[in-house]
């Protein structure tokens, strides 16, 4: 009867599917963290840069993760290589089931991708909960990185959307079908996105004046932990990433509306991003500057043509129609992104030596 009793007991604990569930900080579970983040005190994972990706391997039936978001942020979920519905982040101490089937005992692989940017809010990673055991992420790094810098365009804004005439929704921008996106995956690359929608080099969309606050442009937030925060200096000389090649995506904000800078200026602050970056990540480091405003086409191309291993990717005229490769507030869809990034994909492969990943 005692032995009886203790079978019970064991079984309780264990549950039906013969392991019981267990739960571990963000920071002790061995998932792979792809982008700028900050490790909390308590355990946690802190980000808001879009494009933040986590990757997840277990052997096991569930999965579930506990996170926190200062605003409601929505997320690409994918599972052993099958893209899922897409899950919001909103509030404090949210539980998101990313797996369960009871049938499916075997080992998973699920990656989770910030898919909007940082104004819809900083997201926290508390914990993992799963019923099996989580694996080891190392296998999982690729050989290449690459760092993008922009605006609305490689944040995704309208990706999804259907319409020129639509306004931005959160729900229809997203980061997985930008050209950066599709860049990466076609040269086999792990990649990270320093952007933020209507942002220049030097003067921001809309802005009166011909050149804006430094600290509220993309020359003072490519160099943070938190694009929200302008005293979270990125450690670059510990960084959890180095990146091979730099692509840069800005000049549309700048001269998009009047009073445009002057074009020796917009260079100059062109020319002291890259050194700043070359300075932190490395003197050779390729740079690839995607000109998507006409006015800035002649000025840039002068500028790559002095630079060592930099070159120009031009998208300035006739990429994509005004029908359907049009999303939210006429920003490229994921048609129109695709297509910008063929040209992208040609000269980052001119300017690096690349071959398409097999």
């Known amino acids: 009867m005692k032995k009886f009793l203790i079978a019970i007991m064991l079984f309780a604990m264990s549950g039906c599917c ?10 002790e579970a061995p998932i792979r963290v792809v982008g700028r983040t900050a490790e909390l005190a308590d355990g946690s994972i ?9 990757d997840i391997r277990f052997k096991g039936t569930y999965l579930a993760i506990e996170l926190s978001d200062t605003k409601c942020n929505y997320y690409n979920l994918v599972v052993d290589g099958v893209a899922q519905e897409k899950f919001k982040s909103e509030g ?21 991708q910030k898919a909007t940017e940082a104004e819809q809010g900083r997201t926290t990673i508390h914990s993992l909960s799963v019923v099996g055991k989580l694996l080891p992420t190392d296998e999982l790094a690729l050989a290449r990185h690459i760092e993008f810098y922009g605006d609305s365009l490689t944040c995704g804004y309208g990706t999804e959307s259907l319409s020129g005439s639509e306004p931005f929704l959160a729900e229809t921008e997203n980061c997985r079908y930008t050209y950066a996106a599709l860049t990466a995956e076609h040269f086999g690359a792990d990649y990270n996105l320093i952007s933020h929608s209507g942002r220049g080099m030097v003067r921001n969309y ?11 442009t993309m020359s003072s937030r490519a160099f943070r932990t938190f694009d929200e925060d ?15 090649a730099i692509v840069i995506t800005l000049g549309t904000n700048d001269f998009s509306t009047q009073p445009h800078p002057e074009k020796e200026l917009f260079v100059e602050g062109y020319r002291t991003l890259i050194a700043k970056l070359r ?27 002095e630079i060592e291993k930099c ?6 005229h006739n990429v994509y129609n005004r029908t359907t490769d049009l999303g939210a507030s006429e920003h490229p869809n994921r048609h129109g992104q695709a297509k ?19």
């Open 340 to 358: 910008m990034a063929a040209i992208v994909i040609d000269r980052f492969a001119q300017l690096t030596g690349w071959e398409a990943a097999e």
């Open 46 to 54: 802190q980000f808001d840069w879009s494009g933040v990706y986590i």
């Open 92 to 112: 404090e101490h949210t539980t998101v089931v990313l797996f369960d089937d009871a049938a499916a005992t075997g080992e998973h692989h699920i990656r989770i």
């Open 230 to 244: 302008e005293n979270s200096a990125w450690d670059f000389a510990n960084s959890t990433y180095r990146p091979d």
């Open 18 to 27: 013969g392991s019981s569930e267990q739960t571990l900080s963000a920071v």
């Open 311 to 316: 070159e120009m990717a031009d998208i300035s």
């Open 279 to 305: 300075e932190a990540w490395g003197e050779e480091l390729p740079v690839l500057c995607v000109v998507h405003s006409p006015h800035a086409v002649e000025c840039v191309a002068q500028m790559v043509a």
């Open 206 to 216: 809309g802005d009166e004046k011909p050149l804006s606050d430094f600290n509220t």
